[in-house]
């Protein structure tokens, strides 16, 4: 590599560390990476601790581990390249528009350019790693071992999707990219049959199917570049460890080495993906979405509904939720189907406290933190919402409305599969459960919304180590499981009281209990609308 | 009743900011009709008056009133008659060009609004623009995206945050007509701007802010004759030099 682009590349690591540093310097920075370096420490020590371990994984030897790890990780891989397939989309190696105006312009070779993205990535790889190595369980290996394999399977995956991603570049326009389609489809049909088998079939689960692949012939060969970064994981010597360290080496150099030759081919168009991904990170700074429409122009919608003035705030949020994160939620929508299956073929059904807790863990913060169709993508638009000429309780529940619809209906989603899949969830206890589920949306997002705007703060981390963001949205996630069980607890000793106090039926106890969490849930709102009435949008002293 | 000279009328208007004064006793009022240039170095609290006056910001003390209702007290009625133009435009980015006009429509209750928002689109060029979303436009056609909305519900009142930022030539006499027409029709407006230019060919009266406080306030007849000049650009130029510079010795004395 050039010797001013490692330089550059020293002193882009030095400033992000001073970066970090300066964090620590503020007392709220402190606070929230102490409270990480906590949630870290306490994953450490549950997967040191036999019997607690917070994975779960504490009844695993390190044999059935391994024999876990081989099978199921290079599926698991191939899956990815799959997807990569599938959404080949942006640049594969990203280069921000600073990066293009500085180094695109300087006395560089494209293939140095590419090094010193490289050596970025693998900079920041590593310390992805040494996280894996520290929350990874001791069956795992020794932590040198995991730290090892980490990172070259992380810097496969990476090479691996650039690779797969260049190639359909170079390729754009020619006969080969027209077979991509009907290859997806083939592969979706292969995909839906091997499901419909093992649902017609009671003593073949996709489990056993998937593990039947992998150890085929025919599976073996396609799955031979994966197979080695699973034998990293579970080399059982270090000799052993040696030898696959040196093939894994050798996939990611060749790989690196037909990165470096598909880029002349493919130049202009990792210009043109460049600016089209800075673009979206621009825009997912403001609160919207990677996944958010493409299109320049779309068709109006000639009229906003007004409903006393909640039906444009709701309105703005449905355009939101549609064309920024319409995949989002479907993609949401098909991960809530398949828990109760997945839960149900580990044998840990969802009716279980590890996989209610996975559940919460899923609705009350995975997808928050990424499905954003309320106050938390306006923050820039504050200005335009304190300037209208609309009660601050309906413009805070027209933004609530949506959000709160759509996690409701993800959590049905939920709710439906464990009806299907799991003989304890009975129509009765389904319909209990989409019963509350509503209330408890209101409260999750009216809680969510209240703090960020009390405590407005940015929606993406300043990359990867940005502890005190980390740490903030573990404190805050934290901070509303408290709330959340608190109204949950109320609801249910309202429940419980009418129980005892009206009789034998559970209809009026329930409908109590309803009521209660409802209620909170409403009362929630006034605090939001007071936090939205004290938001100061930017004191600009001008 | 509302009388006209009081379709903005500020009363020891106050603001502070942990300590720090923003705005200090200020007072004025707009007429139907005018345009006042507030003038200004950075931190003068020219945008700070624009927020507050818009419902923004809350005041710390004194009132503020829009067309006969205070800011403070009935933000909802004082919001129905006015229009806001910040400097930086955010709009919604999943939403069209025509989306936030209907967007507004239904904000401000406006029940029959095509015909306006399609007037507005011409006369801002934005016609072809209609179904385009709004993180596609460039900066200028953006801010005109904001202006056509600010204009919608035919505001009496419309404050500009620097209104030609990001435009072009054309877009810059564009919305100096823009701005003029409104204030033909009878609306009060304020500008707040860097741009002397943009005073001398718009605004009726000036008023110079400096550190949160009004310095001077007149109409533009009035600032050319205490200064002398026959050159408005001229005049405002020396105005405003003498005023910051005057305040800047003033501090630099404080500091010996």
Same mark, same amino acid.
């Given at each position: 590599?050039?010797?001013?682009?490692?330089?550059?590349?020293?002193?882009?690591?030095?400033?992000?560390?001073?970066?970090?540093?300066?964090?620590?310097?503020?007392?709220?920075?402190?606070?929230?990476?102490?409270?990480?370096?906590?949630?870290?420490?306490?994953?450490?020590?549950?997967?040191?601790?036999?019997? @607690?371990?917070?994975?779960?994984?504490?009844?695993?030897?390190?044999?059935?581990?391994?024999?876990?790890i081989l099978t199921f990780m290079p599926l698991s891989m191939l899956g990815l390249s799959l997807l990569t397939v599938l959404m080949t989309t942006g640049p594969t190696f990203h280069f921000s528009p600073n990066e293009i105006n500085f180094l695109f312009t300087g006395p560089f070779r494209r293939r140095d350019l590419i090094l010193y993205k490289f050596g970025a990535y693998v900079a920041g790889v590593a310390l992805t790693s040494a996280f894996i190595t520290l929350i990874a369980p001791p069956q795992t290996g020794s932590a040198l071992s995991v730290f090892i394999a980490s990172l070259l399977t992380l810097v496969f995956v990476?090479?691996?999707?650039?690779?797969?991603?260049?190639?359909?570049?170079?390729?754009?326009?020619?006969?080969?990219?027209?077979?991509?389609?009907? !290859?997806?489809?083939?592969?979706?049909?292969?995909?839906?049959? @091997?499901?419909?088998?093992?649902?017609?079939?009671?003593?073949?689960?996709?489990?056993?199917?998937?593990?039947?692949?992998?150890?085929?012939?025919?599976?073996?060969?396609?799955?031979?570049?994966?197979?080695?970064?699973?034998?990293?994981?579970?080399?059982?010597?270090?000799?052993?460890?040696?030898?696959?360290?040196?093939?894994?080496?050798?996939?990611?150099?060749?790989?690196?080495?037909?990165?470096?030759?598909?880029?002349?081919?493919?130049?202009?168009?990792?210009?043109?993906?460049?600016?089209?991904?800075?673009?979206?990170?621009?825009?997912?700074?403001?609160?919207?979405?990677?996944?958010? @429409?493409?299109?320049?122009?779309?068709?109006?919608?000639?009229?906003?509904?007004?409903?006393?003035?909640?039906?444009?705030?709701?309105?703005?949020?449905?355009?939101?939720?549609?064309?920024?994160?319409?995949?989002?939620?479907?993609?949401?929508?098909?991960?809530?189907?398949?828990?109760?299956?997945?839960?149900?073929?580990?044998?840990?059904?969802?009716?279980?406290?590890?996989?209610?807790?996975?559940?919460?863990?899923?609705?009350?913060?995975?997808?928050?933190?990424?499905?954003?169709?309320?106050?938390?993508?306006?923050?820039?638009?504050?200005?335009?919402?304190?300037?209208?000429?609309?009660?601050?309780?309906?413009?805070?529940?027209?933004?609530?409305?949506?959000?709160?619809?759509?996690?409701?209906?993800? !959590?049905?989603?939920?709710? !439906?599969?464990?009806?299907?899949?799991?003989?304890?969830?009975? @129509?009765?206890?389904?319909?209990?459960?989409?019963?509350?589920?509503l209330p408890l949306m209101l409260l999750i997002y009216a809680v969510e919304n209240t703090v960020h705007l009390l405590f407005p703060i940015k929606l993406v981390a300043m990359g990867r180590a940005d502890f005190e963001f980390l740490g903030r949205s573990i404190v805050e996630f934290i901070a509303k499981t408290l709330f959340v069980f608190a109204a949950m607890a109320a609801s249910g000793a309202v429940g419980l009281v009418t129980f005892k106090t009206m009789g034998t039926t559970l209809v009026l106890p329930g409908l109590a209990s309803w009521l209660t969490l409802t209620l909170i849930g409403l009362l929630t709102l006034v605090?939001?609308?007071?936090?939205?009435?004290?938001?100061?949008?930017?004191?600009?002293?001008? | 009743?509302?009388?006209?000279?009081?379709?903005?009328?500020?009363?020891?208007?106050?603001?502070?900011?942990?300590?720090?004064?923003?705005?200090?006793?200020? /007072?004025?009022?707009?007429?139907?009709?005018?345009?006042?240039?507030?003038?200004?170095?950075?931190?003068?609290?020219?945008?700070?008056?624009?927020?507050?006056?818009?419902?923004?910001?809350?005041?710390?003390?004194?009132?503020?009133?829009?067309?006969?209702? #205070?800011?403070?007290?009935?933000?909802?009625?004082?919001?129905?008659?006015?229009?806001?133009?910040?400097?930086?435009?955010?709009?919604?980015?999943?939403?069209?060009?025509?989306?936030?006009?209907?967007?507004?429509?239904?904000?401000?209750?406006?029940?029959?609004?095509?015909? #306006?928002?399609?007037?507005?689109?011409?006369?801002?060029?934005?016609?072809?623009?209609?179904?385009?979303?709004?993180?596609?436009?460039?900066?200028?056609?953006?801010?005109?995206?904001?202006?056509?909305?600010?204009?919608?519900?035919?505001?009496?009142?419309?404050?500009?945050?620097?209104?030609?930022?990001?435009?072009?030539?054309?877009?810059?006499?564009?919305?100096?007509?823009?701005?003029?027409?409104?204030?033909?029709?009878?609306?009060?407006?304020?500008?707040?701007?860097?741009?002397?230019?943009?005073?001398?060919?718009?605004?009726?009266?000036?008023?110079?802010?400096?550190?949160?406080?009004?310095?001077?306030?007149?109409?533009?007849?009035?600032?050319?004759?205490?200064?002398?000049?026959?050159?408005?650009? /001229?005049?405002?130029?020396?105005?405003?030099?003498?005023?910051?510079?005057?305040?800047?010795?003033?501090?630099?004395?404080?500091?010996?």
């Open positions: 590599m050039d010797h001013a682009l490692s330089q550059l590349l020293m002193m882009r690591l030095r400033g992000g560390l001073r970066q970090r540093f300066l964090q620590l310097a503020s007392l709220r920075g402190l606070l929230f990476s102490l409270a990480f370096g906590g949630i870290i420490w306490f994953l450490i020590a549950s997967n040191n601790s036999s019997d @607690t371990s917070f994975l779960g994984s504490a009844t695993l030897d390190r044999q059935a581990l391994s024999a876990q990476q090479l691996n999707s650039a690779v797969i991603g260049m190639s359909g570049q170079a390729l754009d326009g020619s006969r080969f990219a027209r077979m991509r389609w009907p !290859a997806i489809v083939v592969l979706f049909a292969i995909a839906a049959a @091997t499901v419909l088998y093992a649902w017609v079939t009671p003593d073949r689960g996709i489990i056993e199917l998937l593990s039947e692949f992998r150890y085929s012939w025919i599976g073996t060969i396609i799955l031979i570049p994966y197979i080695v970064f699973a034998e990293l994981f579970v080399a059982p010597s270090f000799s052993h460890l040696a030898f696959w360290v040196l093939v894994a080496v050798i996939i990611n150099a060749a790989l690196l080495r037909v990165v470096i030759v598909l880029d002349a081919r493919t130049t202009d168009r990792s210009l043109i993906e460049n600016a089209r991904l800075s673009s979206r990170w621009e825009r997912i700074k403001q609160g919207g979405s990677f996944f958010a @429409t493409q299109r320049t122009e779309v068709h109006s919608i000639r009229r906003a509904p007004i409903l006393g003035g909640l039906g444009p705030i709701a309105w703005r949020q449905i355009l939101n939720a549609l064309r920024n994160s319409f995949k989002l939620i479907i993609i949401f929508a098909g991960l809530a189907a398949c828990i109760a299956p997945i839960s149900s073929a580990l044998g840990a059904p969802v009716t279980e406290a590890h996989t209610l807790m996975i559940v919460y863990v899923f609705i009350a913060f995975i997808l928050p933190r990424n499905l954003v169709c309320d106050f938390r993508g306006d923050l820039s638009r504050m200005e335009i919402y304190k300037t209208l000429p609309i009660a601050p309780w309906r413009i805070c529940a027209g933004q609530l409305v949506v959000q709160v619809l759509l996690a409701y209906a993800i !959590a049905l989603t939920i709710i !439906a599969s464990a009806l299907v899949f799991e003989d304890s969830v009975t @129509t009765q206890v389904a319909l209990v459960l989409a019963a509350f589920a605090a939001l609308q007071y936090a939205f009435r004290r938001f100061a949008v930017a004191e600009t002293i001008d | 009743m509302l009388g006209k000279e009081q379709m903005i009328k500020v009363t020891n208007f106050s603001k502070q900011y942990k300590g720090f004064t923003a705005v200090k006793n200020l /007072s004025f009022s707009v007429e139907p009709g005018q345009i006042l240039g507030l003038l200004g170095p950075n931190g003068a609290g020219k945008t700070t008056t624009l927020r507050t006056l818009c419902g923004i910001i809350p005041p710390s003390s004194g009132s503020l009133l829009v067309a006969g209702h #205070d800011v403070a007290q009935a933000p909802i009625e004082a919001k129905k008659n006015l229009g806001y133009i910040p400097d930086d435009p955010r709009l919604f980015d999943t939403m069209t060009v025509w989306e936030h006009l209907a967007f507004t429509a239904a904000a401000y209750r406006l029940g029959d609004f095509e015909k #306006d928002a399609e007037a507005l689109l011409a006369s801002f060029e934005l016609t072809h623009k209609r179904d385009t979303l709004v993180h596609n436009l460039s900066r200028g056609m953006r801010q005109k995206v904001a202006i056509a909305c600010a204009f919608l519900h035919d505001p009496k009142v419309i404050l500009f945050d620097e209104p030609l930022t990001g435009l072009d030539p054309q877009g810059i006499r564009g919305i100096q007509q823009a701005i003029r027409d409104r204030a033909q029709a009878g609306a009060a407006i304020i500008i707040s701007s860097h741009l002397l230019s943009l005073f001398e060919n718009l605004c009726t009266h000036i008023m110079v802010l400096n550190l949160g406080e009004c310095r001077r306030f007149g109409t533009m007849e009035d600032l050319l004759s205490e200064v002398g000049h026959t050159d408005s650009t /001229s005049a405002l130029e020396e105005v405003y030099f003498s005023i910051t510079q005057a305040s800047d010795q003033t501090s630099e004395g404080a500091g010996v």
